[in-house]
Structure formats: structure tokens, C-alpha cells
């Protein structure tokens, strides 16, 4: 069974930095193209990073130059490292598959909140 295991949100000022992890588990990590998902109060659920089998990597505007992905295929886990946060970074964060569509079983998420 998929799972996915997400942690390393935590309440944050503006202008700070969070890093992000999520283990997976009960798939082939390494050949999957990986991505970090967030979904704020009221809206839809948005792509905001992804890291491809090969390393490749793909922002979405309000992440380039903030966020960094990256992946440790030994270890099962992809990471995403937020610099510079705003307030409207709040919100829930998920990893899973890419695209979207081909999504696995979605973990619980960890919440990241931007606040003064």
C-alpha cells in the first residue's frame, strides 16, 4: 500500500524559511516523478514544485526563486526547502506523484502558516 508521510510545517514570520519532507513508502520512488502540492482555505488544491525521475526540476511562478525541491532516492524522500515566506504560502502541504492525475493515496499534509 502507498503511503506518504509529510512533515516539517510549522508557524512561520514572513521572511522565513521551513524545510519540508515526505517519505514515501509501498512504490517505486525512484522512478517517479515527484511533486509538492498546497492547498489554501477556500482554494483549489495547486502544483507548486516537482522534481523528475532524472533530477529535473519545475516551479510553479510563486515558488521560482523561493522554493527548492529536491529528492534522496535512497531514502525514499523528496524535500522542499521555502526561503523568503509570505503570507499567502499558508496552507496545507501535500507531496505525491506527477501529474496530478496519476496521484496515489494523499497523507495527512503539513501545515505550513505564515504569520506575523
Known amino acids: 500500500q502507498v503511503q506518504l508521510v509529510e512533515s516539517g510545517g510549522d508557524l512561520v514570520q514572513p521572511g522565513g524559511s521551513l524545510r519540508l519532507s515526505c517519505v514515501a513508502s509501498?512504490?517505486?520512488?525512484?522512478?517517479?516523478?515527484m511533486g509538492w502540492y498546497r492547498q489554501a482555505p477556500g482554494k483549489e488544491r495547486e502544483l507548486v514544485a516537482e522534481v523528475g525521475s532524472d533530477g529535473i526540476t519545475n516551479y510553479a511562478d510563486s515558488a521560482k526563486g523561493r522554493f527548492t525541491i529536491s529528492r534522496d532516492n535512497a531514502k525514499n524522500t523528496v524535500y522542499l526547502q521555502m526561503k523568503d515566506l509570505k503570507f499567502e504560502d499558508t496552507a496545507v502541504y501535500y507531496c505525491?506523484?506527477?501529474?496530478?492525475?496519476?496521484?496515489?493515496?494523499w497523507g495527512q499534509g503539513t501545515q505550513v502558516t505564515v504569520s506575523s
Open positions: 505525491n506523484v506527477v501529474p496530478e492525475r496519476r496521484a496515489v493515496n
Open positions: 509501498g512504490m517505486t520512488f525512484k522512478i517517479r516523478a
